[in-house]
């Protein structure tokens, strides 16, 4: 029988609202070895990575938004590359009551480090790190 093929650690998916959900199934999929509580943390700083790249930034040119992450000893690193946008992304204050602003706070929280840069030709890239613990 031939060995598995491992999963590729990266994808690209549409720049729209489902794209979230797919980022997630690809995660679960590529990593099933993580511990629960790794793995539920890094499935929801994609999701809000994802989803701010969709509601926040343009496209990257294919219409779409790159999703990559690296398995190391001490964590697991997920990022986003779209095709950037006028604002930088940044933990707002927390209002309980708002239908938005909360993703990056959660991020923060959840990860033992993130950040965001451009990435020279328009496009920009966020970036979370996720401990094994």
Known sequence: MPAAI????RLRV???????????????ESLP??????RDDLLVCATELVSNAV???RPLPGGDVCVTFELGPSDVEVRVVDGGSRTHPHVCAV????AHGRGMFIVSKLSADWGARSLGDGTQEVWARIPLR
């Open 33 to 38: 070895d993580l511990p629960d509580e790794v």
């Open 14 to 28: 549409p720049h729209q609202s489902g794209a979230a959900s797919q980022v997630r199934r690809w995660l679960r």
């Open 6 to 9: 491992p999963a590729p650690e």
């Open 95 to 98: 209002n309980l009551d708002s």
């Open 55 to 57: 509601r926040h930034a």
